[in-house]
């Protein structure tokens, strides 16, 4: 088992910046593939951004490349999300998800642990 928790989410002004992230705890860190998610209220749940396991390689959804960064810290048991440059849209749910496998890391479905996610939001 791999327990993950989030943290860092808030209120934010368009335009501003947060960083969420997400402590895990469990087996070995450095095994898992690990993914930031996000659900807006009455939408489902969307994929973010991944990365692999040694953090060589990362991976973002279109709408927010250019604007978030992911990154981990193996040593450190964390994966983080530095999100710039907000907006309202960016309102929602932030979750971290952790896969042993990535064939489909922009899937929901391909991930075996979630966190409780942390709240987000951005006003006008």
């Known amino acids: 088992q791999v327990q993950l928790v989030e943290s860092g989410g808030g209120l934010v002004q368009a335009g501003g910046s947060l960083r969420l992230s997400c402590a895990a705890s469990?087996?070995?860190?450095?095994?898992?593939?690990m993914g930031w998610f996000r659900q807006a209220p009455g939408k489902e749940r969307d994929f973010v951004a991944a990365v692999s396991w040694g953090g060589d390689n990362t991976y973002y959804a279109d709408s927010v490349k250019g604007r978030f960064t992911i990154s981990r810290d193996n040593a450190k048991n964390t994966v983080y999300l530095q999100m710039n440059s907000l907006t309202p849209e960016d309102t929602a749910d932030y979750y971290c998800?952790?896969?042993?496998?990535?064939?489909?890391?922009?899937?929901?479905?391909?991930?075996?642990?979630w966190g409780q996610g942390t709240a987000v939001t951005v006003s006008a």
């Open positions: 469990g087996r070995t860190f450095s095994n898992y593939f």
């Open positions: 998800a952790g896969t042993s496998g990535a064939v489909r890391y922009g899937s929901q479905y391909e991930y075996d642990y």
